[in-house]
């Protein structure tokens, strides 16, 4: 039956799934590649990377198979869930699972640092839902399959080089300061939420193929959208609090890690100094000039 025709109930919704052969195959790909590379990255790698790869896969799997995946071509606001799912949720899990450490891999070179630099990703993180959006795109994923299923890939390869930027558990071609994250997580938070706004006073997007549905329970098509619209704007935010309280926790860890840095520096610049108490003769010119 189509799942235009069964209304989406909380029974559906826990027992409504979808094989997915290619999905299927690279989840299942994931976990196994990375339980053998756990094993040997261990004890680089914890138990808190993997149970975030495990959550990442499952939360993968919902979104490619579960009900959000049904019901993705029939509502508007599950939609939008599965483009959270697949931009931010499961990205961040899997940048919290430190991939590039397991594997042993650690870019560099100056197209590394340019492609990964914290405001390249931010600028394609904040883009592309305006483009899926507001632009035939959006209509092409609701009709042609493969094209949401590219669309899917792409927003997991940005929504992970993303987090992996500004979070920065695994290598990267140069490391900045967390204070840059906390900055352009505020300027994006404003970004996602006139997105939202436009989504919700704005005309109907794909209206012709909602309608052709026939779809006769549920919210209408105003609704729908309206709800879809607070999903991204309001649940958006809320991930959004919730990354910055990691970013603020691993910004306190880089400040105890550089202060412990420069007191080693200046401890040994101390015990490198000469024994008499005069300031000037730590200075080579002027102990120079008074024939010390």
Not at 115 to 122: E, I
């Amino acid at each position: 039956m189509s799942a235009a025709i069964v209304p989406l109930t909380w029974a559906t919704a826990l027992t409504t799934w979808r094989w997915n052969t290619s999905a299927a195959v690279l989840a299942l790909v994931a976990a196994v590649g990375y339980a053998r590379c756990y094993r040997t990255a261990r004890p680089s790698l914890t138990r808190a990377n993997a149970a975030c790869c495990a959550v990442g896969i499952g939360l993968f799997a919902v979104a490619t198979m579960g009900m959000v995946s049904v019901y993705a071509p029939v509502l508007f606001w599950v939609r939008a869930l599965q483009v959270l799912l697949l931009l931010m949720v499961i990205p961040f899990f899997v940048a919290m699972s430190r991939p590039l450490t397991a594997l042993g891999v650690s870019p560099a070179g100056r197209g590394a640092r340019l492609l990964l630099h914290p405001a390249t990703t931010s600028v394609a993180m904040l883009a592309l839902p305006w483009l899926f959006y507001l632009t035939l795109w959006y209509g092409a994923a609701l009709i042609h399959p493969w094209v949401m299923a590219l669309t899917g890939a792409l927003m997991l390869t940005v929504g992970f080089g993303y987090f992996y930027a500004r979070l920065q558990t695994d290598p990267v071609p140069r490391r900045y300061t967390q204070l840059i994250s906390l900055v352009i997580s505020i300027v994006e938070s404003l970004g996602d939420g006139v997105l939202g706004i436009v989504l919700w006073l704005g005309p109907l997007i794909a209206a012709d193929y909602y309608r052709g549905l026939g779809r006769q329970w549920g919210p209408t098509m105003r609704v729908d959208q309206s709800i879809g619209a607070g999903v991204l704007w309001l649940v958006g935010d809320v991930l959004g609090v919730f990354f910055i309280l990691v970013l603020m926790r691993f910004f306190s860890a880089d400040e105890k890690r550089h202060a412990t840095v420069v007191d080693a520096e200046l401890d040994a610049a101390f015990d490198e100094a000469p024994a008499s108490g005069l300031w000037w003769e730590n200075d080579p010119q002027l102990r120079s000039r008074m024939g010390r």
